[in-house]
């Protein structure tokens, strides 16, 4: 499956609720409320580098290869080591806090957090 591409949120579900628990402050909250994401990704095979560019200049750069660790970092700064596993097309990911599922959904990036199997934010 091919990721490669610039992408544009177009919806995010429970916004304000996956904001706190990443625990990005309210008035920060309330000022990206509105703000249209944009990720840029980059392939080759299954090397990756994802770049996610958030209210002014804030731009956060992960570069992953599937199935081996790699250190990350969440938005808020909070930088962790994780390993990216791909299935069926979709890309997972163990963020601190919550399990991150990426794929494309016709000509769509869909990303969505689990925090459990009852409570699915999507942005």
Known sequence: MAFAG?????TQDAYDAFC??????DDKIEKCRDYKLITEVTQ?????SWTQIY??????TNKFTIGKECDME?????KFKATVQMEG???STSFPNYQHVTEIVGDKLVEAGFL????????
């Open 116 to 123: 459990s199997l009852t409570e699915v934010f999507f942005f």
């Open 89 to 91: 097309g979709k890309l």
């Open 44 to 48: 080759d095979g299954n090397d990756f």
């Open 74 to 78: 969440t938005v808020g700064g909070k």
């Open 55 to 60: 209210y002014t200049t804030t731009r956060v």
């Open 20 to 25: 706190k628990l990443l625990g990005i402050p």
């Open 6 to 10: 610039v992408w544009q949120t177009e």
